[in-house]
């Protein structure tokens, strides 16, 4: 098989109610797909970007100024990635440090570094937590996420780049591939 790279948007409405937290992928608020998603012992994901944003329909303005708030967190089977100093979960990251869509006016202050490893076998979520200051205002809440899901022998060369503390990234997965056919030319020649 090969690398591709993943993105997903996640669209609710005025139904997504302050204080609530529900998955992107399959929490039955907005779009959501039909099964969580997961991989196979032959896949390798990595998380790239995670983004958030609360806005009133059509308006993309600093957050700040209408009153939404909307969290981002990375869940790997059943541990949560962003923690407080006390090792317990929090919301994530807040829209304001990572917004979606990004503009001109709206750029990140935040970047997930380094990138999430999804194993073989693990499932993984995308968590948004509502935290409005008011209902009023029929908010549309947005999430993003990009990874890029490695299948067959690239997830193979993944897992070798992870055990040999190199980042797996396609660059990387290219390089092995390389370096791989190269000791072999080297071998028969």
Request: net charge negative; hydrophobic share 35%; glycine share 6%.
């Amino acid at each position: 098989m090969a690398m591709r790279s993943q993105l997903y948007e996640w669209i609710a409405n005025a139904t997504f109610t302050p204080d609530t937290t529900s998955s992107i992928f399959i929490g039955g608020t907005g779009n959501n797909i039909t099964k969580p998603a997961e991989t196979t012992a032959t896949q390798f994901v990595v998380i790239e970007q995670v983004a958030s944003t609360g806005t009133t329909p059509g308006n993309y303005k600093a957050l700040a100024t209408t009153g939404i708030q909307l969290y981002t967190q990375i869940r790997i089977n059943t541990t949560d990635y962003f923690l407080d100093p006390d090792n317990k979960p929090n919301d994530g990251i807040p829209g304001a440090a990572s917004p979606y869509p990004r503009t001109l006016t709206l750029q990140p202050s935040f970047t997930l570094y380094p990138d999430v490893y999804v194993l073989p076998g693990q499932v993984f979520d995308i968590l948004a937590t509502n935290r409005s200051l008011s209902n009023g205002n029929s908010p549309q809440m947005r999430c993003f996420c990009k990874y890029t899901l490695y299948d067959g022998p690239d997830a193979l060369i993944a897992n070798k780049l992870l055990e040999l503390g190199i980042s797996v990234s396609p660059a990387n997965v290219d390089w092995y591939k390389r370096s791989l056919i190269s000791q072999q030319s080297a071998v028969v020649a």
